[in-house]
Nanobody, 120 residues
Framework: QVQLQESGPGLVKPSQTLSLTCTVS??????????WSWIRQPPGKGLEWMGV???????TYNPSLKSRTSISRDTSKNQFSLQLSSVTPEDTAVYYC????????????WGQGTQVTVSS
């Protein structure tokens, strides 16, 4: 079964770029037909879908975050990554990577999440 694990710095300074990597095992990020998503949950708030990179490398972003968000992948490492630029304390959240079923959009496998705090 597929496993996902987030990694990256837990503390980012305001105005800097938040960078996280999701390492996938038990399944290929190029396999038909799945997509690979980033979701976050600020403290006391609900889940917010950030964006996705599909098995063919195509990307889609939440319009509210699109201007600051970039999702990329390294197929040789079976990893995909998130970059969120110009962060503020409002970007403090638990960040999750997850697998999505390509056609339905259902998120069927999740990483455990990683806390990222934006603070000076």
């Amino acid at each position: 079964q597929v496993q996902l694990q987030e990694s990256g710095p837990g503390l980012v300074k305001p105005s800097q770029t938040l960078s996280l990597t999701c390492t996938v095992s038990g399944g290929s990020i190029t396999a038909n037909f799945y997509a690979w998503s980033w979701i976050r949950q600020p403290p006391g708030k609900g889940l917010e879908w950030m964006g996705v990179i599909a098995f063919d490398g195509s990307t889609t972003y939440n319009p509210s975050l699109k201007s600051r968000t970039s999702i990329s992948r390294d197929t040789s490492k079976n990893q995909f990554s998130l970059q969120l630029s110009s962060v503020t304390p409002e970007d403090t959240a638990v960040y999750y990577c997850a697998r999505a079923q390509y056609y339905s959009g259902s998120l069927d496998s999740w990483g455990q999440g990683t806390q990222v705090t934006v603070s000076s």
